[in-house]
């Protein structure tokens, strides 16, 4: 069965420091989402993002990151100068279509800890 | 989209049916019902969805009541492995609907031996 994957399992890095999280959805998927979650809390959204552009984002998703498909398989999430509060579990998903009639699939995830 | 009011916990025991509820008062008619879980913070996993009439599938049923505004998501024989935080999450099919799915608290389902 296809699925999401996510590469590393789990990132360490220093406060201040660039981080690139990378996802390869599922293969015909034409619609990729990032999402985190810190931990404790609920799943929240961040960008979903559909033909090479962003279809929206959320006020969590400020000037510090960005999404960019570099090629025909990776989704990547880059966070530019990482911060404490960063810190959270980032979840990959992809839906073959768009809205309320495609269920996403998620990836395992990808812990990231800001030191 | 619709807001939903889920109870924060439930226990089960292996081997009977969990019935976990989900209200949506404010649900309009286009729409869905969506269930989602976690598995000990791992990627939600998709589950089930339906409009008005009940559906089934290899996991799980979902039965939605007649004026819509709440709906019960039915595993038939609970296993441990069943042990997640469950969602209900209401999604629509208007323009507004950008595919984002919006989760809140769920149901955490202690399903025990």
């Known amino acids: 069965e296809p699925e999401v994957t996510q590469t590393p399992s789990h990132q360490v890095t220093q406060m201040g420091q660039e981080v690139i999280l990378r996802c390869v959805p599922i293969?015909?998927?034409?619609?990729f989402y990032w999402y985190r979650q810190i931990l404790g809390q609920k799943v929240e959204f961040l960008v979903s993002?559909?033909?090479?552009?962003?279809?929206?984002k959320s006020e969590i998703f400020d000037d510090q990151f960005s999404v960019e498909r570099p090629d025909g398989s990776n989704f990547t999430l880059k966070i530019r100068s990482t911060k404490l509060e960063d810190s959270a579990m980032y979840f990959c998903?992809?839906?073959?279509?768009?809205?309320?009639?495609?269920?996403?699939?998620f990836g395992p995830g990808t812990r990231l800890t800001v030191l | 989209d619709a807001k939903t009011t889920q109870p924060p916990s439930m226990d089960c025991a292996e081997g009977r049916a969990a019935n976990l509820p989900c209200n949506h008062s404010t649900i309009s008619g286009n729409e869905y019902v969506y269930w989602y879980r976690q598995i000990h913070s791992q990627g939600p996993q998709y589950i089930i969805h339906?409009?008005?009439n009940n559906e089934t599938n290899e996991m799980a049923s979902l039965i939605i009541t007649e004026d819509r505004k709440s709906s019960t998501l039915i595993l038939p024989h609970a296993t441990l492995r069943d042990t997640a935080v469950y969602y209900c999450i209401v999604r629509g099919l208007g323009s507004s609907n950008t595919g984002k799915l919006i989760f809140g608290q769920g149901t955490t389902l202690q399903v025990k031996p």
């Open positions: 293969s015909n998927h034409l619609y």
């Open positions: 998903a992809s839906s073959e279509g768009w809205g309320a009639l495609n269920e996403q699939f």
């Open positions: 339906g409009l008005k």
């Open positions: 993002f559909y033909n090479n552009e962003i279809s929206e």
